[in-house]
């Protein structure tokens, strides 16, 4: 699937947050003993999450040279050098507290301001610099509402509410030259608006700049005040740089700048350039003026890392001549696809080193399906391997985001989820590179939809949304008219349903015993109805991560444990039978291997006997195509 | 994580997660307070349900009907089923997103119980 890095992040990120934390915990432990056993279990987890993905900022020039590294180390969102060069707005997640809060960092000293502390949930967003570098705006939500506020940088003095939203994920994004306004945009499926607020008076009523059909992030005012900056997402999810007249009755734009973006766009502080970051992290530089009208030159590339898997960039100066960078914690990583055996045995390497999601196996275990992503557009697309050749079949190449995919039960077709134009559905594409995509279902508008399974027969899919597990026939020609049958609908989270191999049992997760942490369970399952029937049998004891998978015997069954004290990954497989009766033997283990790495429910083969991951190794030097540190001038 | 990161994920969090899109449904911009009886709980995945019967203007009884988070939104800030089931009969305060048909019906913002306990459901719902 091509795509850029970012929207994939995004759906790796919120897969994780519909999974949620995992605490520990046990039914039969009095309340107080289990409250102290699911908070030691989410310090356990946060531990991990900081250890895992901190990282301190970093400053390089445009040559490449690392000009400083300030702060500690921090699990850091956003970031915004102030004008004057001095200093930098940091939002700083609290991992225990689960918010995040804004901090001025001085960048000389290092020395830390704290200007705001949230409620536990809540959380601000959007840190912008007033012109002469003294105040700070931001959104934040204080007792459930939203808000744009003001606040001295040095801490000094109250913060000032200058606007009420309504509603809630604000974009506020800059504060133009002349200290008088701020702009901000509001997008959701129904498109994107920007907007600028007046700061004088004591009225702060928005002006609408524009409204359009495509959601749109980032205003940002030219030096001038005269133009905005902006991105708009398109219907694919792909990002672009645009710019507009904040007067649209002055006419003329939009006008595209860019040819895909994963950065908001920043004016240099004459006007005369626009900086941004492309998809393959390059800042890119385009030579624009705003006088007597907007004219701008194609993009060049100011700055090009040098690593063969680039860090984020995160800001860039307005003279174009420091960005601000968070590294990645471990440094730039590959993943190796490697086949183990049930003793966790290194079978065989499969293919080079790239960026992979996690592998699955081919019902006949020949192939593989993987998602690469291409390190210079940092989009992603379906791929299949040939495990005994290494040779791979590209299957998507379009930028719609796509998620949980998996193989038909015959192997002749993958099947995934994708969002388009802000709706979930199920589409499917021959696995062997050739005819195009056919859509198969079309979920309730909005929701979110994840595809777990492919009933025995192929007749029906298997999916989730909102901890419901549905089962939906294909039935008929028309994909539109098909309907989902609600299979499990608890006041849990029921999730990842798999039917085992005779059809008759639904191998699923829920946090039924205690919130966000999953067990294993199975349920019997009638696939003439799509229900589930009422006697549950419990698999794992000690959680579940994912990677559900049944024996094609249907006499095992296998899921990734928990682990609270390190990044291995737990293996996990327990001897089950269903005839005459379901009954489990108790989980073992059967290997572990060190990450943080990943598993999914293709991981293991049909019979059970070979598992595949996608292995951290070390990203070695660019490959010679790619250019180095780029030394271009300023336009 | 980069500024549109941030933004794509938290546009992702109130789109994705959410089992459908609240705002075609809902007016945030229409506030709607009610102090009334909860006389029902509905509590199950992908949203919860309650009914609460107001006392409107004129003196009659007005039943509304809420949408709330998940119930593990709930549970996980050690709020449960009991806790509004044995709220039955008592009165809360509801803050809500009025629904754009303008019927009797909302969308959580908070939700104050009889205890004085205050569940905010924002920024999820608002």
Redesign the interface.
């Known amino acids: 699937m091509k795509n850029s890095g970012w929207v994939a992040s995004l759906f790796a990120a919120a897969v994780c947050l519909a999974q949620g934390p995992v605490p520990a915990g046990n039914e039969a432990k009095p309340a107080d003993e289990k409250a102290k056993a699911v908070s030691e279990a989410k310090a356990k987890q946060n531990a991990r999450r900081f250890e895992n993905s901190a990282t301190i900022i970093t400053f390089v020039d445009r040559y490449g040279k690392l000009t400083g590294r300030l702060g500690e180390r921090a699990l850091y969102d956003q970031t915004a050098l102030s004008p004057d060069g001095k200093r930098i707005a940091v939002i700083k997640e609290d991992l225990p507290n689960e918010s995040a809060d804004l901090f001025i960092l001085d960048v000389e000293t290092g020395a830390s301001t704290r200007l705001t502390t949230s409620a536990k949930t809540e959380f601000v967003m959007g840190p912008v610099w007033s012109p002469d570098s003294k105040r700070i705006a931001y959104t934040t939500i204080r007792s459930g509402q939203e808000g744009i506020y003001l606040r001295a940088a040095n801490g000094e003095g109250p913060e000032e509410q200058v606007y009420k939203n309504p509603g809630a994920f604000l974009n506020l994004s800059d504060w133009s030259a002349d200290g008088r306004f701020l702009a901000f945009a509001k997008s959701d499926l129904k498109g994107g608006n920007l907007y600028t607020l007046p700061l004088s008076g004591t009225e702060h009523n928005p002006a609408e700049v524009v409204h359009s059909e495509l959601r749109m992030f980032e205003p940002r005012f030219s030096p001038d005040g005269r133009y905005l900056s902006y991105i708009v997402l398109d219907q694919a999810n792909k990002a672009e740089v645009f710019v507009r007249p904040v007067d649209s009755a002055a006419g003329g734009g939009p006008w595209q700048i860019s040819d895909g973006a994963s950065s908001p766009a920043f004016w240099r502080r004459d006007g005369k350039a626009l900086f941004y970051v492309a998809r393959d992290q390059s800042v890119m530089s385009s030579e624009v003026s705003t006088s007597p009208a907007f004219t701008f030159k194609k993009p060049e590339v100011l700055y090009r890392q040098q690593s063969a898997v680039p860090d984020n960039i995160a800001y860039i100066s307005a003279d174009g001549d420091r960005f601000v960078v968070l590294p990645r914690p471990r440094g730039p990583q590959l993943q190796q696809i490697t086949i183990f055996n049930r003793e966790g045995q290194m079978v065989k390497k499969v293919g080079e080193p790239a960026r992979y999601s996690p592998p699955a196996f081919s019902p006949d275990a020949t192939r593989l399906l993987v998602t690469k992503m291409d390190l210079k557009t940092s989009q992603q697309d379906l791929w299949t391997i040939d495990i005994a050749t290494g040779k791979s079949t590209q299957i998507t190449k379009d930028t719609f985001p796509r998620i949980s995919a998996i193989w038909s039960r015959d192997g002749r077709h993958v099947l995934y989820s994708s969002m388009r134009n802000g709706d979930f559905g199920i589409y499917r594409i021959p696995s062997d590179g050739t005819g195009s995509e056919e859509f198969l279902f079309q979920y309730t508008p909005g929701a979110g939809l994840v595809l777990s399974d492919v009933s025995p027969d192929g007749k029906s899919l298997i999916c989730e949304s909102g901890g419901v597990i549905l089962t939906v026939p294909l039935t008929g020609s028309d994909a539109k008219a098909r309907t989902a049958i609600e299979t499990l609908r608890e006041e849990f989270d029921d999730s990842t349903g798999r039917v085992s191999p005779d059809g008759r049992f639904l191998l699923f997760r829920s946090d039924e015993k205690q919130a966000e942490r999953f067990e294993v369970y199975v349920r019997p399952f009638d696939p003439s109805t799509g229900k589930a029937g009422e006697q549950k049998w419990q698999i794992s004891k000690d959680g579940a991560a994912a990677m559900l998978h049944w024996r094609n015997d249907g006499k095992e069954v296998f899921f990734r444990g928990l682990d609270l004290d390190s990044n291995d990954l737990r293996v996990m497989a327990a001897e089950v039978s269903t005839s005459p009766a379901f009954h489990t033997d108790a989980p073992k283990m059967l290997f572990k291997l060190p990450g943080p790495l990943s598993g999914t429910l293709g991981s293991v083969t049909s019979d059970g006997q070979q598992f595949v991951f996608a292995i951290n190794v070390p990203a070695g030097k660019p490959d010679a195509n790619t250019p180095t540190a780029d030394s271009r001038h300023l336009p | 994580?980069?500024?549109?990161?941030?933004?794509?994920?938290?546009?992702?969090?109130?789109?994705?997660?959410?089992?459908?899109?609240?705002?075609?449904t809902f007016d945030?911009?229409d506030?709607v307070s009610l102090t009334g009886t909860l006389t029902k709980v509905d509590?199950?995945?992908?949203?919860t349900y309650m009914t609460v019967e107001v006392k409107g203007a004129n003196g009659a009884v007005e039943t509304w009907l809420i949408e709330g988070p998940?119930?593990?939104f709930f549970?996980?800030?050690d709020f449960g089923?009991a806790d509004f089931e044995g709220s039955i009969g008592k009165t809360v305060k509801v803050?809500l997103s009025r629904a754009r048909d303008k019927s009797r019906s909302g969308l959580i913002?908070?939700f104050e119980l009889p205890t004085g306990k205050v569940i905010?459901?924002?920024?999820q719902n608002?």
């Open positions: 994580m980069n500024v549109l990161l941030a933004l794509a994920f938290a546009m992702f969090a109130t789109e994705g997660v959410a089992h459908h899109n609240m705002t075609a945030f911009n506030r509590w199950r995945n992908p949203h998940a119930p593990s549970r996980i800030r089923k803050e913002r908070t905010s459901a924002c920024p608002c």
